[in-house]
């Protein structure tokens, strides 16, 4: 993967845009023949937000670590391993860059021959960056996608979610961070246009609910470390709605980079193969069986597994559940509304309560679903088709 220019000046629309949206949005004429782009805002994608619709609920654990994911080298007998693990709610938006990282730390053990611990999204775009340093890789795993737990994200950009504490922060992390989200960003850039578009922009709707909401605390403290960024991520516009017949008093509208999971990692999957990538299904119990096979450099993508397989106890788990509503290829988009998370893919719609406080689900190893959770967060997306007058 290589690096390509910036694309943020293209998509913001740049401040021009973004003031005569405003000036639309509170019902001021436009001059001359200018349109308002924004006009979208009054007239939502229109999720069928209904129980009755929700096809499967998914739990997923994230890996989380105060001080961020774990890329440090390891001797285990006569093999070396590096860990890339500890990916908390951003494994899809770092997986590049951290790959990139590990790989680069692999190299210097064995450029031939890789063996790559773990098929998620860490360990699979590790692999392929593994192959295009030059090795032979071969893949362990217990499970392939789509049986493993990343296959259960939301599916968007969060490069800064879950991922570190605040309190455990080093200038040192900071910037590697910031690395890892840049080149992933990079990478996902060429990855667009591809058949079934695995990889794609749409538009968020962060929406201010009239009805006033308690503020979303973080007792965690969680790494805030987007605003490193900035330059990259379109900031979109934020508009003002003065029709009171609408449930939302300001729209934050920007375009939001989407992963279709199920194609991306059917994608991934097939590059590993088509480059002569080796996958065998197997579950390690203990770090010294890594010494019963042949490669002299592992990568350990483990994911939350790392915490059991290494008794690595800095893992928390931080646990996520996403109600599944069918897909509706004619309403795609991203929402947030009265703390229900919505990602409308073209493999599903998302739809995540996102707790009373950003302390929801935090040390919690529960990974059975909770059907009254799912009905909560259908129901609050529900209710905003109906203020509007839908009945979805
Ligand atoms: C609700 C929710 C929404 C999320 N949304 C997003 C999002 O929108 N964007 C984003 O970037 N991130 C998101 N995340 C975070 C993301 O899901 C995680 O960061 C990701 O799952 C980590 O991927 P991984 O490859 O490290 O682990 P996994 O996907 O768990 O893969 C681990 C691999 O290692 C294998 N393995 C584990 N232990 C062993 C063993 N002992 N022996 C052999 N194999 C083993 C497994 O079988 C599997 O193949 C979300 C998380 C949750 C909970």
Known sequence: MTHSFSRRRALTGGASVAGLSMLSACGTTMPGNLRDLDADIRNLPIIRARTDRIDRITVCLR???????RLEVEQ???????????HGGSGWSLSWGAGQMAVERAVTFS??????????????????????AGAQVTIYAESLPPFVRSARASGSWTPSSRIAQTSAMTPEFEARWEKMARFTFSCYQNLQGLPGNPIEWDNFYGLTSRTPQPEHKDPIGFAKLDNRIQDIEPQGNRIAIDDPRLPYSSVHKKPNLIFNVASYSDYLLKQ???????IKIMTLRHPSELTALPEPVFINCTGYGARALWQDESVIPVR???AWLIPQPEALCSLSYENVYVVSRRDGIVVQWMGDDM?????????????????RGVSILNSLYTKMGYNV
């Open 63 to 69: 890996p989380f670590r105060a001080v961020g994911p």
């Open 76 to 86: 285990v007998g006569h093999k070396a391993v590096v860990h890339n693990y500890g």
């Open 111 to 132: 450029k031939q021959h890789i063996g790559v611990i773990g098929c998620g999204a860490i360990g699979l775009t590790t692999a392929i960056l593994a192959q295009q």
């Open 272 to 278: 590993f193969l088509e480059r002569g990538g080796r």
């Open 320 to 322: 996520g559940q996403i």
């Open 359 to 375: 302390s929801f689900g935090f040390g919690s190893t529960n990974e059975t679903p909770d059907i009254a959770e799912a009905h």
